[in-house]
């Protein structure tokens, strides 16, 4: 079996708050595993833990009790976190600077050799769409193209692991459709992704598997499918049967032995029903303008 890519261990992490030092626990005895290649997310509610997990992950805290590993190095040494890219959860960016000179600086911090550099900040800027608005200052950028430039300076050193710190918060679901396709494709080149979120119906589709954190403690595990779907139910969806039609597929599951739960309308989630749409305007008004261009010209 190949080495996780995370091995967290008995994990726990206290902090004392308040001028009384009152131990706060913000981990709680957290054992998990990333395997590599995976798309893993933690989840949990505001002030669950997921932000100090991956903090202590990246050896910017430490632990209280317990371990933490990288493809098997003790993750406190600074060498097994070369190979990690680091998007936090509230990226301060120098504002003055360019998309494009940010992504260089981050990648002559995480040391990427002097004639690498041009290659490999143009081929993370193109990764996350951001080759158009690469040469305009940061301060400039929407919430959506600062997520973008921050998963770019994450990524520039190629590294095999990449936590995201709830990636998209504050982002709208068409920017989080596009980086849920970046961390896709981050995954079809090998990498593993972990990644944080409280905005589930985002990032339902994109995971392998999740991690459920409440109050520090694991309270669930495993593959999205294997947790959501009701296991002893199936649900068979049907067009254009007739009243009578109907009634005969009832008292069939009666005869049977089985017993019909519920009717229901299959439905979109609204994420789901709101990028049709715009997808659908998008496409419209594209259509358009070629067609006033071409009448033009
Ligand atoms: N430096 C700190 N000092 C004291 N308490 C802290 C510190 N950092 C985090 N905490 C507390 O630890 C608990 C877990 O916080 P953490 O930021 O890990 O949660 P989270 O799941 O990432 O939350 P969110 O979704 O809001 O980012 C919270 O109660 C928080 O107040």
Same mark, same amino acid.
């Given at each position: 079996?190949?080495?996780?890519?995370? !091995?967290? @261990?008995?994990?726990?992490?206290?902090?004392?708050?308040?001028?009384?030092?009152?131990?706060?626990?913000?981990?709680?005895?957290?054992?998990?595993?990333?395997?590599?290649?995976?798309?893993?997310?933690?989840?949990?509610?505001?002030?669950?833990?997921?932000?100090?997990?991956?903090?202590i992950i990246l050896g910017l805290l430490e632990?209280?009790?317990?371990?933490?590993?990288?493809?098997?190095?003790?993750?406190? @040494?600074?060498?097994?976190?070369?190979?990690?890219?680091?998007?936090?959860?509230?990226?301060?960016?120098?504002?003055?600077? $360019? #998309?494009?000179?940010?992504?260089?600086?981050?990648?002559?911090?995480?040391?990427?050799? !002097?004639?690498k550099i041009d290659d490999a900040v143009d081929?993370?800027?193109?990764?996350?769409?951001?080759?158009?608005? /690469?040469?305009?200052?940061?301060?400039?950028?929407?919430?959506?193209?600062?997520? !973008?430039?921050?998963?770019?300076?994450?990524?520039?050193?190629?590294?095999?692991?990449?936590?995201?710190?709830?990636?998209?918060?504050?982002?709208?679901?068409?920017?989080?459709?596009?980086? /849920?396709?970046?961390?896709?494709?981050?995954?079809?080149?090998?990498?593993?992704?972990?990644?944080?979120?409280?905005?589930? /119906?985002?990032?339902?589709?994109?995971?392998?598997?999740?991690?459920?954190?409440?109050?520090?403690?694991?309270?669930?595990?495993?593959?999205?499918?294997?947790?959501?779907?009701?296991?002893?139910?199936?649900?068979?969806?049907?067009? #254009?049967?007739?009243?009578?039609?109907?009634?005969?597929?009832?008292?069939?599951? @009666?005869?049977?032995?089985?017993?019909?739960? !519920?009717?229901?309308?299959?439905?979109?989630?609204?994420? /789901?029903?709101?990028?049709?749409?715009?997808?659908?305007?998008?496409?419209?008004?594209?259509?358009? @303008?070629?067609? $006033?261009?071409?009448?033009?010209?």
């Amino acid at each position: 079996m190949n080495t996780p890519a995370i !091995r967290i @261990q008995n994990l726990t992490k206290d902090f004392s708050v308040g001028i009384r030092g009152v131990k706060l626990r913000a981990v709680d005895d957290l054992c998990l595993e990333v395997g590599d290649n995976e798309i893993f997310g933690l989840l949990g509610p505001n002030g669950s833990g997921k932000s100090t997990t991956i903090k202590i992950i990246l050896g910017l805290l430490e632990a209280s009790a317990g371990s933490c590993e990288i493809y098997g190095k003790p993750s406190k @040494q600074v060498d097994a976190r070369r190979s990690v890219g680091f998007l936090p959860e509230a990226p301060y960016f120098y504002r003055y600077l $360019t #998309g494009r000179e940010l992504v260089c600086y981050y990648a002559r911090i995480c040391m990427v050799p !002097r004639a690498k550099i041009d290659d490999a900040v143009d081929s993370v800027i193109e990764l996350v769409g951001m080759s158009e608005a /690469a040469n305009r200052r940061v301060g400039t950028y929407s919430k959506g193209m600062l997520q !973008r430039i921050g998963l770019a300076q994450s990524l520039v050193h190629d590294p095999q692991l990449v936590m995201l710190d709830e990636p998209t918060a504050g982002v709208d679901p068409l920017g989080s459709a596009a980086i /849920a396709e970046i961390v896709r494709e981050l995954k079809r080149r090998g990498k593993t992704v972990l990644l944080s979120s409280h905005l589930l /119906a985002q990032i339902e589709g994109l995971c392998d598997r999740v991690a459920i954190l409440h109050r520090g403690k694991l309270v669930r595990e495993g593959r999205v499918d294997d947790l959501v779907e009701e296991k002893n139910a199936e649900s068979l969806v049907v067009e #254009g049967l007739s009243a009578e039609g109907r009634a005969a597929v009832e008292a069939t599951i @009666q005869a049977q032995g089985g017993r019909l739960a !519920r009717i229901e309308k299959p439905r979109l989630s609204l994420d /789901a029903y709101f990028l049709k749409e715009v997808h659908q305007r998008e496409s419209e008004h594209v259509a358009k @303008q070629e067609e $006033t261009g071409s009448q033009k010209s």
